[in-house]
């Protein structure tokens, strides 16, 4: 399983960005997909999550700003992030699970991992 991740920028407060997870590999479709991030000097930290079911999970820092959802035939988990604040400025991993899993916001959770893509947020 491989993950790649795109859409990341550089972005005024209060703007938009989506995030792009293309899963390829077994059974792309029956993992749950997460995205964490990782901003300067801090550890990495879950940020949404989608189960193989399609179920959503959000950490209370997003909830209500970004959406988290999948399109199957294309096999991408897309991250839209919306009222974007400095405090969202991070480097954007998205990562996958076993077969038929829920969501986790544990990173230990998530046995592979795309390269991140940096999204940068000014004041």
């Known amino acids: 399983v491989q993950l790649q991740a795109s859409g990341g920028g550089l972005v005024q407060a209060g703007g938009s960005l989506r995030l792009s997870c293309v899963v390829s590999?077994?059974?792309?479709?029956?993992?749950?997909t997460g995205w964490f991030r990782q901003a300067p000097g801090k550890e990495r930290e879950f940020v949404a999550g989608?189960?193989?079911?399609?179920?959503?999970t959000y950490s209370d820092s997003v909830k209500g700003r970004f959406t988290i959802s999948r399109n199957s035939v294309v096999r991408t988990v897309y991250l839209q992030m919306n009222s974007l604040e400095p405090d969202d400025t991070a480097v954007y991993y998205c990562a996958a699970r076993n077969l038929y899993s829920s969501v986790s916001d544990l990173q230990a959770d998530y046995s592979y991992w795309g390269q991140g893509t940096l999204v940068t947020v000014s004041s």
């Open positions: 590999g077994r059974s792309a479709n029956d993992r749950a």
């Open positions: 989608i189960s193989w079911i399609n179920t959503k």
